[in-house]
């Protein structure tokens, strides 16, 4: 949805407040026009801001995509779609998306705002990615993990079984990306125990790219 061309220009120095909704699984949703972008907020984090999503944003830029022979991109979390947006209009990536979202009003908002920009193939899957990834069988050469309610990770996406399940889904030489809040010293405290005890012993070469306030965790080296 493209906004006229002064609200374009006044959003660098004031943020528009386009509509606010109560998604299945966030109590709120709120969709703001801010420089010049979408962005998707609920009450205590920021789910999507197109290429100012920036911890995806400066790790795409690290893991050096032009030297990725990547085809296939799994999403598991699509917020307003920041990930596909910014790989085909901001990094000049060609791609085919699947992305899982589990709330109806979210997958609303994304193709009201962003999906429809895209054109690079994109399946949206509207239903539960714990449920998705046990039974997947196609395996995909990028897979970002991106799920958060408001800003907390389900804990399910925590567990054992569900990291073996996604590592079932990346193809060989493929990458697997997830994001970890690494803000607080709460925030710190809980993604470094979730590394180290957790995520290495599923992916034992694994190392973490740390990109405005969140670590970025990857099941091998770059």
């Not at 990834?133 to 054992?160: A, G, H, S, T, Y």
């Amino acid at each position: 949805m493209q906004q006229p061309f002064w609200k374009h220009i006044v959003s660098y120095f004031y943020e528009f407040r386009i509509e606010a909704v109560e998604g299945e699984h966030n109590p709120y949703l709120e969709v703001v026009y801010s420089k010049g972008r979408y962005r998707l907020d609920t009450e205590n984090a920021i789910y999507s801001y197109e290429n100012l999503y920036t911890n995806f944003y400066y790790s795409f830029r690290r893991i050096k995509l032009e030297k990725q022979d990547f085809k296939t991109v799994l999403i598991l979390g699509l917020g307003l779609g920041s990930i596909p947006v910014m790989l085909e209009r901001d990094l000049g990536q060609q791609y085919h998306y699947t992305a899982v979202e589990i709330d109806e009003e979210v997958l609303h908002l994304a193709y009201k705002y962003a999906l429809q920009s895209l054109e690079s193939p994109i399946q949206v899957v509207h239903g539960d990615a714990k449920l998705f990834v046990r039974q997947c069988k196609e395996k995909f050469d990028l897979v970002c993990m991106d799920i958060f309610l408001d800003d907390v990770i389900p804990n399910e996406f925590e567990q054992i079984d569900f990291l073996e399940n996604l590592k079932s889904l990346i193809a060989p030489k493929g990458l697997l990306m997830y994001n970890r809040l690494f803000n607080t010293k709460k925030d710190k405290a809980i993604t470094q125990h979730f590394y180290k005890d957790v995520f290495c012993k599923i992916f034992p070469d694994a190392m973490y790219l740390n990109v405005d306030g969140n670590w970025m965790l990857l099941n091998r080296k770059i």
